[in-house]
């Protein structure tokens, strides 16, 4: 028996559900049939674990929160998870899923879940080309592989970082606090599982495991072994990307036919992202791009009471007119910690006034989609219905399509293509 049939057998067998706490709304980029907790509480999870599903994704959205903030939102949704499992008398597991370009609150929100404990972590992304080889983590960027320390996500104004090996990195971002102990390919794939659950073994508080992985096949291994060490007695704190929570969750995509969407009515499209990515594709909606309803940067840094009465109107005229209006920040970085918090209230408090207009929205952003989600159409649940294209996941929202679009993810035609799709 392989190492990867007897993975896929380990993480099914296993009884315990699964809480993914997902530090925005992309982590369904590869899941399908699953619920999203928009506003995690313990009657969420009472839910969940009353219901047949073997996992559940808790949105945190802490990549737009301050470190402390974002340390406390996990902590709460980790113990809320724990109450909610004493009363049913079940066991869970935590994943915390988070990006596969290494941004993020990785280290705080691991020790929010378990203090002074060993981790595992593995940011693969494969469905996108993000992997790790050689103790090094690869972006795809135009089809080729470039270590992430030389992307645009690198550069990330709250996030950024230097380091092109992984264990480099973890002793950047935590300030020495952790350390990393790596696997390779040839022991992961030669040794099997047991490579993984022997590191983890031997690793000790504030030590991450981060073994390479650059095949599916590999993620299952990693899986098994983390299962191996867990049954054994290791306590474990997982940080991932969406490719392993997909394999330790036992999720499975569903491709859904972009040509069959047309006729769902009045259509949004919102833009918060200010990544290169972003840019090319709202550049690529041609007319549509040149009509945006933007929103100033310093109108809304500067709380002028008329903005929003103003940009609700413009929607709703062209939702009149066209059938489709896109909501848009201005395509510049924005400058100052506080100022994308500013705008993704002034997008949230649009479109709760426009809500009600709207048949099915495309957002490009992951912290947009979730501030539009929750605070815009006041959302506590979603449903994954499947995949639109790679790495973009289709929401029922309250039987609402809505569209989530990483800022980083998709090829310069894929909003206009989207577009297509539901305003034919």
């Known amino acids: 028996m392989t190492a990867a049939t007897h993975e896929v057998f380990a993480a099914a067998d296993d009884h315990r559900r699964v809480v993914i706490i997902d530090d925005d709304p992309t982590g369904t980029h590869t899941a399908s049939d699953i619920d999203v907790v928009l506003r995690p509480d313990t009657a969420a999870f009472d839910?969940?674990?009353?219901?047949?599903?073997?996992?559940?994704?808790?949105?945190?959205?802490?990549?737009?929160?301050?470190?402390?903030?974002?340390?406390?939102?996990?902590?709460?949704?980790?113990?809320?998870?724990?109450?909610?499992?004493?009363?049913t008398g079940q066991d869970i597991a935590f994943l915390l899923r988070g990006d596969s370009a290494l941004r993020g609150h990785v280290f705080p929100e691991m020790e929010a879940v378990a203090q002074n404990t060993s981790g595992l972590f593995v940011p693969a992304f494969l469905e996108r080309g993000r992997f790790t080889r050689d103790g090094v983590h690869y972006v795809s960027v135009d089809g080729t592989a470039v270590p992430a320390a030389d992307t645009e996500f690198a550069r990330d104004s709250v996030f950024g970082y230097r380091s092109h090996s992984i264990a480099d990195w973890v002793d950047e971002v935590t300030q020495g606090r952790w350390k990393a102990r790596t696997v390779g390919l040839d022991a992961l794939r030669e040794r099997g599982y047991v490579a993984v659950r022997d590191a983890l073994f031997d690793a000790g508080p504030h030590e991450v495991v981060v073994p390479d992985a650059t095949e599916h096949a590999d993620l299952e291994t990693i899986s098994e072994g983390l299962i191996a060490a867990e049954r054994s007695g290791k306590s474990v704190v997982t940080r991932c990307g969406v490719s392993f929570a997909s394999v330790r969750a036992c999720l499975r995509s569903r491709t859904i036919d972009e040509?069959?969407?047309?006729?769902?009515?009045?259509?949004?499209?919102?833009?918060?992202?200010?990544?290169?990515?972003?840019?090319?594709?709202?550049?690529?909606?041609?007319?549509?791009?040149?009509?945006?309803?933007?929103?100033?940067?310093?109108?809304?840094?500067?709380?002028?009471?008329?903005?929003?009465?103003?940009?609700?109107t413009r929607i709703t005229a062209e939702l009149d007119v066209h059938g489709v209006a896109m909501l848009s920040t201005e395509r510049s970085e924005h400058l100052g910690p506080d100022t994308p918090i500013m705008l993704l209230d002034s997008i949230a408090e649009i479109v709760s006034v426009v809500a009600r207009?709207?048949?099915?929205?495309?957002?490009?952003?992951?912290?947009?989609?979730?501030?539009?989600?929750?605070?815009?159409?006041?959302?506590?649940?979603?449903?994954?219905?499947?995949?639109?294209?790679?790495?973009v996941p289709l929401w029922l929202l309250e039987n609402r399509p809505f569209v989530v679009v990483p800022g980083s993810v998709g090829e310069d035609d894929a909003l206009r293509r989207l577009v297509s799709a539901f305003a034919g």
Request: one cysteine or more.
């Open 47 to 87: 839910a969940f674990l009353r219901g047949p599903r073997k996992a559940v994704f808790a949105l945190s959205n802490t990549r737009a929160l301050p470190r402390s903030t974002a340390a406390a939102m996990v902590s709460g949704i980790a113990e809320q998870a724990r109450t909610a499992a004493r009363a």
């Open 357 to 391: 207009e709207v048949d099915s929205v495309i957002v490009k952003g992951g912290i947009t989609s979730s501030r539009v989600a929750t605070d815009g159409f006041r959302a506590r649940h979603a449903t994954v219905a499947g995949q639109l294209m790679p790495g």
């Open 259 to 312: 040509a069959k969407l047309s006729g769902r009515g009045r259509l949004l499209v919102i833009c918060g992202s200010v990544s290169e990515t972003s840019t090319r594709q709202v550049d690529a909606l041609g007319e549509l791009a040149n009509r945006r309803i933007e929103i100033s940067t310093a109108a809304s840094i500067g709380g002028c009471p008329d903005m929003v009465g103003e940009l609700t």
